[in-house]
Nanobody, 126 residues
Framework: QVQLVESGGGSVQAGGSLRLSCTAS????????MGWFRQAPGKAREGVAA???????AYIDSVKDRFTISQDNAKNTLYLQMNSLKPEDTAMYYC????????????????????WGQGTQVTVSS
């Protein structure tokens, strides 16, 4: 059973930074896709960033040049470095995993990811 545990959320002012972490059990990061998704109140869940088994990455346009997804295979940990945060980044952030090829999971479609963490809240104030 794959278990994902996020941490690192919090409250920051606009322009600040946070680094989210996601630790997985019973999973091998190096051979699967990992992604970060977020959901704001009253809005649909959206994919933020994903990383594939060979290090390929994808981002939604609104976070490009501000967010960086990375992984430490030795620690089975996924990261999301978030810089220049904006109030519109406020949401619950979820880590997700998919035992798929990059072509199947790189599109940041939440339905393609079967494993999810419980989420960590990020609040950005203006």
């Amino acid at each position: 059973q794959v278990q994902l545990v996020e941490s690192g959320g919090g409250s920051v002012q606009a322009g600040g930074s946070l680094r989210l972490s996601c630790t997985a059990s019973a999973y091998t990061y190096s051979t699967n896709c990992m992604g970060w998704f977020r959901q704001a109140p009253g809005k649909a869940r959206e994919g933020v960033a994903a990383i594939g088994p060979h290090g390929t990455t994808a981002y939604i346009d609104s976070v490009k040049d501000r967010f960086t997804i990375s992984q430490d295979n030795a620690k089975n940990t996924l990261y999301l470095q978030m810089n220049s945060l904006k109030p519109e980044d406020t949401a619950m952030y979820y880590c997700a995993a998919a035992p798929l090829t990059w072509s199947a999971c790189g599109g940041l479609i939440s339905a393609t990811y079967p494993y999810w963490g419980q989420g960590t809240q990020v609040t950005v104030s203006s």
